[in-house]
């Protein structure tokens, strides 16, 4: 499962998104708050460190605030979900950035563990990689899945 931090950063960008689609301008951490459902004092520490990654700008002054600096389809959920929460593969042996050797695994060649689990997380990491936040912001841009 992600993480509530990832919850309140998905929502806190595909608000920013919404506004550069709308013509807005830059949000205030009020404005996010209320939009995202996030509680502010918890999003002020998620704005810092999605500006710190490269994915919103801040203002200061009068019309200041947080923007959307990559355009929504330059956003990819597989990075920004590693971004927040660090790795996301269900096992340390197969994580492609933070790879380690499980402890109590003699030989990854025959572990049927991490051959299933592998064959399901690639699934998951074709699709969440070719998703971005231009998906969940355009109306029907995900695919509905039955029994979900």
């Not at 013509?23 to 996010?32: P, S």
């Not at 200061?60 to 990559?70: A, N, Q, V």
């Amino acid at each position: 499962m992600i993480s509530q931090k990832t919850k309140y950063a998905i929502k806190a960008l595909m608000a920013l998104a919404d506004e550069v689609a709308a013509g807005g301008n830059a949000l205030t951490i009020e404005e996010i708050a209320l939009r995202s459902g996030a509680p502010k004092r918890f999003l002020e520490h998620i704005m810092l460190e999605l500006r710190n990654a490269g994915y919103v700008g801040s203002r200061r002054g009068r019309s200041g605030g947080y923007i959307l600096i990559k355009q929504p389809k330059e956003i990819s959920i597989g990075e920004l979900l590693r971004q927040v929460d660090g790795p996301i593969a269900p096992l340390p042996c197969l994580s492609r950035r933070s790879y380690q050797r499980c402890e109590d695994c003699t030989d990854e060649a025959s572990c049927r563990l991490r051959k299933m689990f592998g064959q399901v997380f690639w699934s998951y990491l074709l699709l969440i990689e070719s998703l971005t936040l231009a998906d969940l912001v355009e109306e029907g841009g995900l695919p509905e899945m039955a029994g979900a």
